[in-house]
């Protein structure tokens, strides 16, 4: 542990930790988790330093006897290679999403490594990777992921646009660089796509900011645009309320209902669903969009 508390010592005041933060070494009896979905997840650390006031991950607490708050811890999982090792041999290669429930990228793998050791294991077994990160570390991992280009897909998650990002996920990377993040892989070529998870209604999922942001990435070769609704999740209303309350007070019906009424999340979903269709039409984005169970496709010209 001694060399652990030098590296946060030493990382003391980057934007990742200027929060106190909880940092410890644990180990899993298993690696690959298979989900009721057709792919594997993986998930090195429990826990995630982005501290994201929206993040559907920390209904993961449930499970745990009197967490921390969420956001100022990270347990490591430091043996998770040498059981992945083991269960590559025992498992059929399917395609596994690397970080379901956590960042795979958040800092503390800096100093681990875990998730790069587990990359290399699976690349190797035959697993095909998809990828998802608010972290600018994945760049360390460019190397591996476009040696096996063609068995990886690398996407970066957006929520919402700068400032408002200070507040609601504070210790990712800006929206900025994760957006340079995308341009940089596919110069690598590697195969990639955006993740706008979640949209926050009343603030980032108008026309003209979805307009605005599509006409950016359109000339982008994503392979395709994922959207996800806010999660009415375990733990995720009590987080967001202050934050509502405090700083945007008028949205506090909006949010309520969409968390607490079926037929208003459905009817905001479809809503949703033709301001998205609307934006990409103004701004030119032409690639698969996926809208939680709706499936919009703007093909031509690519």
Known sequence: MRQLELFVAKNKGSPSSREEVKIEETTCRSALQRPPWDEYTLN?????????????CRMMQCFEDNPPPWGTYCHARTNMPSVLAREVKRYPPKQVMVGSVCDAWQWPEKHFGITRECLLILLKGGFPLRCLTKSDLIRRDFDVLSQYRNMVTLGVSLS?????NLLWEPR??????????????????????????????????????????????RRLPLQGLWVDLIHARSGVWRACYPLLAKRFPKLLPLWRKIFFDRGEAQRYAGKLRVRILEAAVRSGLRCRIDLKGYEVTRQCGR
């Open 44 to 56: 090195p650390y429990r826990g995630c330093l982005h501290a994201c006031v929206y993040g559907y």
């Open 160 to 164: 919402t646009p700068p400032p408002l």
């Open 172 to 217: 990712a990377s800006p929206p900025e660089e994760r957006l340079r993040i995308l341009t940089e892989a596919a110069q690598y070529g590697i195969p990639i796509y955006l993740s706008l998870s979640p949209l926050l209604p009343g603030l980032s999922d108008d026309v003209d900011s979805l307009s605005e942001l599509f006409a950016r990435i």
